[in-house]
């Protein structure tokens, strides 16, 4: 008689309590959190993470929770894709266990300080989540996916340290020639940072940098403009969030559904091109790269 391949529905609460756990804390859910959504089942894998002496993982974290750290989103994104992936190599559908393979391997500090609290043994742990999912014995450590981009999703951009020194340098000339006084409006500073975040993707594309160096480049130049501007124009800042008023409109044809949005991507475009028109000296004698 087949195996029967397990239920889809404990994976997904899995991550359901995962996440509560992680705002019961305050905190963004990350590996560790989806250890404690693991633990907090009552499957085989469960059982992997019982502590000898009778307490809960759950509760373990909880008393030490300022012995860790904050979760971190694309960490934890990072070890479903593997477990999916492990999951679909033994033609099963993800399931607790090939979770607990995945956070194991991928080793985060939070994950493996969680275990040793807990008293339990990482190897023994781990054999224990092979038996659950299915898996052969002895099976290899994983190969996780590459992690996202530096400085995208909650992932931190690279120091300053790490940046491409020729790419950072151009950049860092830009910073030094921003042209400020021709900021007069909010407006203004949007177009601004519309342009220096273009000017960041080229100085990449034209160097040929990967995505760490790439994303890290925008992110570090744009908080850098943004932070200039708001400092020479500190009335400029975000606008106060208005009361909505609720106004009975009276029903227009379903063609015009869009072109607000058509005429506002419209309105951005030239208000850029002006802007950059208006300020275009301000960059004369830029480093070639």
Known sequence: MASREPNPEPYLAVIHRGSQFARELGRRCGPLH?????????????AALRPPDGRSLHTIVSEAAGDFGDGAGY???QAQEAARSLAAELSREPAPGHLLIALLDQGTPDVLRAISLAGLDPAAVREAAVAAAGAPAGLAPLRLPPPVPAG?????ALPVEELDVRAWGALRWRQDHLPLGHVRRRGDIEALGNLERS???????RLGLGDDQR???LSRHDAEVTGRALAAHPGLGARPRLARRWVRHRRLPRVTVGWGVWF???WVSVRDRW???RTRAAYRGAPRL
């Open 264 to 266: 506002g991507n419209r």
């Open 152 to 156: 995208t999703m909650d992932r931190p």
């Open 34 to 46: 989806l250890l404690v959504g693991i633990a907090d089942g009552d499957d085989q894998a469960a």
């Open 275 to 277: 802007f950059l028109l």
């Open 215 to 217: 994303y890290s480049l």
């Open 75 to 77: 960490r934890h994104l």
């Open 199 to 205: 000017a960041a993707l080229r100085v990449a594309d």
